[in-house]
């Protein structure tokens, strides 16, 4: 008995949601990523500063407009009870909101005491006023203490956890067999890392340009270096599998690779390019700021491109 199917791209998860997904990756990586420097690397008040700020500020921005996007706003009080990922293990939005509020809270107080004495906190008036509050500085003095590294790992760890979270929030979606492989975690994890390195790349780059920095961003470098690598490797296996797999991960194979923006856009200026530029950098002993600049930027935006275009080629497959 033949069977006719027909194919239907999901109009649920848009680019609004690539926005969340790119936005929860990347700040969660970033604070990772600058609290262990901090803690393992090099000691760097700064770096921690603009790592925590704007890791939390992409994290919250990403969650706020996933709530504004849910049906029932109220709803959400259940997965804020951490009772829920023991009820049910796979709920991944519950687990990933358990991360996020973990990272978002212990990352605040990981960066209080850098933010107490630093003194761009104390001129702004409202930040500056908050910061002088005699219970926010007797906070800062007892986080400060004993308990800073453990507030450091317990961030790091959440934010990995909220990285790897949106991979499997989409991995867990048993209709569109673009999104409902077991690479998916892998590959968003990859990419999250690799533009917070990038991002981090710019900072020390652009804004704080301080000679003694120079090991740190040729170690991010390097790191990224490997990650995008990673990152075309596991692009090349994710053909290989959609090319042979089920009929809708056939039909968004299709889709991605007989897109121009998907190849010449995410692979080639997103991946390839900023691969060439990055390899140059470590084999070479130049100290020009514009390729790793124009690298970093490219590995930025091809990161959303990555999100932007899953959601796009995530497709149904409809017997009829």
Not at 78 to 100: E, Y
Not at 198 to 215: Q, S, Y
Not at 272 to 288: A, D, F, Q, R, W
Not at 294 to 316: E, H, K, P, Q, W
């Amino acid at each position: 008995m033949e069977v006719n199917v027909s194919y239907e791209t999901q109009h649920l998860w848009t680019s609004w949601f690539a926005v969340y997904l790119y936005l929860g990756g990347l700040g969660a990586a970033t604070v990772a990523v600058t609290f262990l420097t901090d803690m393992y690397i090099k000691p760097h008040k700064p770096l921690v500063i603009w790592g925590a700020l704007s890791g939390l500020i992409m994290v919250g921005g990403g969650s706020g407009m996933l709530f504004l996007h849910l049906a029932n706003h109220i709803a959400v009080i259940h997965v804020l009870n951490p009772m829920v990922i023991f009820n049910k293990p796979d709920a991944w939005i519950a687990w990933g909101t358990q991360f996020i509020s973990w990272m978002l809270f212990a990352g605040v107080l990981y960066a209080l005491p850098y933010m107490i004495g630093s003194p761009y906190f104390s001129r702004m008036p409202l930040i500056g006023s908050i910061l002088k509050m005699g219970i926010v500085r007797s906070i800062g003095g007892m986080v400060g203490g004993a308990l800073h590294r453990p507030l450091g790992l317990l961030a790091a760890i959440s934010g990995i956890g909220v990285a790897v979270y949106t991979g499997l929030v989409l991995q867990s979606f048993p209709a569109v067999g673009l999104w409902n492989n077991p690479g998916v975690p892998i590959l968003f994890t990859v990419s999250a890392f690799s533009t917070a390195c990038a991002f981090l790349m710019l900072v020390l780059h652009v804004f704080m340009r301080r000679d003694e920095d120079a090991p740190l961003r040729k170690l991010y470098e390097h790191i990224d270096l490997g990650l995008v690598a990673s990152e075309l490797l596991i692009v090349f296996l994710f053909y290989m599998y959609l090319s042979r797999g089920s009929m809708s991960a056939r039909a968004s194979s299709d889709l991605l690779f007989g897109s121009p923006g998907w190849l010449f856009g995410f692979i080639g200026l997103g991946l390839i390019v900023p691969l060439l530029i990055e390899l140059k950098g470590v084999t070479s002993h130049s100290t020009s700021r514009f390729p790793v600049v124009t690298a970093s930027i490219l590995v930025l935006v091809g990161g959303f491109l990555l999100r932007n275009y899953f959601m796009a080629a995530g497709v149904y497959a409809i017997p009829t």
